[in-house]
């Protein structure tokens, strides 16, 4: 049987610890310079979005359909949101410029952790399954890796900036590990559109929360209604206590007393929490 990529990582990539040591020095110099930008599937986690659609003052809608691929792929228990490549012979990045990228300080997760990157063995069934760095191959030749500065994977995160975004992508890892998720059939198409709603098109989740029903419904803090109505951050932090309710039945939100009433007559209970 042939073994999928994240197997033969799992199995063949040698681990890197946060001391282990690399070398890499990315510099405009080189003829490879901006060769990697382009070809490439870069899935793009919610707070990536954030961080781009942010960046380029845009919309999230608007980033989206700009920006990225239609995110329902049959086959996936998740939709799946990839940065779309441009239309050319490079099939080129479109924030990639001749001086290099035009997003740098917000550019996603995976273009700050090249060269590299992360496999794990954590599933729903195994939470403490092992987690590890390795040295991407690339089938382009990437020279800044055969010479430059010493990094270790520790170094190289901080310098990169990448802590605040693993930090921002736990939630989104702990909901695709979730145990009904991954031992399910998926979402199904309409859970799917809501959680793409609620974590990647932000300014829609939010109209959604202020033009509906949904404060007269559940009872939330005038604190979290006033942060969420600006800030996007908390606003995905909300959206993933959301979809923890709303997909799990989690006890992460609490139906307004009058409404829960209404529900418990409909549905003929007692109590109803
Ligand atoms: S191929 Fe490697 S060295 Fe060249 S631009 Fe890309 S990351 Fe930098
Ligand atoms: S986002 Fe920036 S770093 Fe990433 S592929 Fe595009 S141009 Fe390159």
């Known amino acids: ?126 939470a403490d399954g092992e987690e590890f760095c390795f040295i991407v191959e690339e089938e382009f030749s990437c020279l800044g890796l055969k010479e430059g500065q010493e990094w270790t994977v520790e170094e190289w995160w901080k310098d990169q900036g990448i802590d605040i975004y693993n930090q921002k992508n736990e939630p989104y890892k702990e909901l695709t590990l979730h145990k009904l998720l991954v031992e399910g059939k998926g979402l199904g198409p309409a859970k799917s559109q809501m959680l793409y709603l609620t974590l990647y098109d932000l300014d829609r989740f939010r109209k959604l929360i202020f033009e509906s029903s949904f404060l007269s419904r559940f009872e939330i803090e005038d604190e979290v209604i006033k942060k969420i109505k600006k800030d996007d951050e908390a606003l995905l932090d909300f959206g993933f206590d959301w979809l923890r309710f709303s997909l799990f039945a989690e006890n992460t939100f609490k139906i307004k007393g009058e409404v829960a009433e209404e529900k418990k007559k409909e549905l003929g209970l007692d109590s109803i929490e």
């Open 1 to 126: 049987m042939v073994k999928s990529w994240k197997e033969t990582i799992l199995k063949e990539y040698p681990r890197l610890s946060p001391g282990s040591k690399f070398r890499f020095s990315c510099r405009k110099e080189l003829s490879c310079f901006t060769q990697c930008c382009g070809d490439v599937n870069i899935f793009l986690s919610p707070y990536d979005v954030l961080r781009m659609k942010r960046a380029l003052k845009l919309s999230s809608g608007k980033f989206l359909e700009k920006y990225t691929l239609p995110p329902f792929l049959a086959d996936q228990k998740l939709p799946m949101v990839l940065l779309k490549m441009k239309d050319d012979a490079r099939k080129s990045c479109p924030f990639v410029t001749p001086e290099g990228c035009s997003i740098y300080e917000d550019r996603p997760w995976s273009c700050r952790m090249y060269p590299l990157g992360m496999a794990s063995s954590k599933t729903a069934q195994r």
